[in-house]
């Protein structure tokens, strides 16, 4: 049997600051400078892609409303093509966009007006995060994934068993499972999950995460209260043990 391992901390320090206000942009580059962080700004989308092409940052202050490609569409190519973590700038009001921001992958978001000092302890909180997180194996979207006797169709967001036949999954169930598949052998604990699957900035509770665990068991282990799949840590969290393969 494969063994758990827990995941490993590293430090992340360069800053990306996507704004069209060049005000806000000077005034966050110099105070989270002053703080030791490496700044880097961009005044658009546009240049904000460019930047990728030749640097790879730790995190991203994103803008929403900016003339052109808005945040939310750069938000979204983001989380598509990259793992870096994403703070979102929004208006008080813009509480729908604040909502699809996170759905498409944001970590946490600072309304307008704000101050650099509230900013300052969101981005260590989310950094924090993204430190202990264990790494991830990359798999594309059309890919079929297979673990034991089954089959997880990426593109389809179907459990197929031997036979080819489907086993519903909810979408917490399907979102869960993904974050097992793309850590395998590896101790997650339930702030992490709660992190992988739904993100921190939800008012979700751990204990969520346990019922999850149990309802994904009775349709994955032959035997949901002697797991096989996923196993239970004590004091340390749930560890995926089946060897994944993409086919």
Request: proline fraction near 4%.
């Amino acid at each position: 049997m494969s063994t758990c391992l827990v995941g490993r901390k590293e430090a992340n320090l360069h800053i990306v600051i996507v704004d069209d206000h060049k005000d806000i942009r000077n005034l966050l580059s110099r105070y989270l400078s002053e703080n030791g962080y490496r700044v880097t700004t961009a005044e658009s989308a546009l240049e904000m892609r460019r930047l990728l092409e030749t640097s790879a940052p730790d995190l991203v202050v994103l803008d929403i409303m900016m003339p052109g490609e808005d945040g939310l569409s750069l938000c979204r190519h983001l989380r598509e093509t990259t793992h870096i973590p994403i703070i979102l700038l929004t208006a008080v009001s813009a509480e729908t966009d604040r909502i699809i921001g996170l759905e498409m992958g944001a970590d946490d978001y600072v309304t307008k007006p704000f101050s650099a000092r509230e900013l300052l302890a969101r981005i260590k909180a989310v950094l924090r995060r993204a430190n202990s997180m264990p790494p991830k194996k990359q798999h594309q979207k059309n890919q079929r994934l297979s673990f034991g006797p089954w089959v997880l169709d990426l593109s389809r967001r179907e459990l197929l068993n031997r036979a080819g036949l489907a086993t519903p999954l909810s979408t917490a169930e399907f979102r869960l499972l993904t974050v097992f598949l793309d850590h395998p052998q590896i101790v997650l604990d339930r702030n992490q999950l709660l992190d992988l699957t739904v993100g921190r900035a939800s008012d979700v509770f751990d204990r969520s995460i346990d019922n999850q665990i149990s309802r994904l068991r009775k349709k994955i282990e032959v035997d949901p209260r002697n797991p096989e799949l996923i196993k239970t840590y004590w004091g340390g969290g749930y560890c995926f043990t089946a060897e994944v393969a993409a086919t």
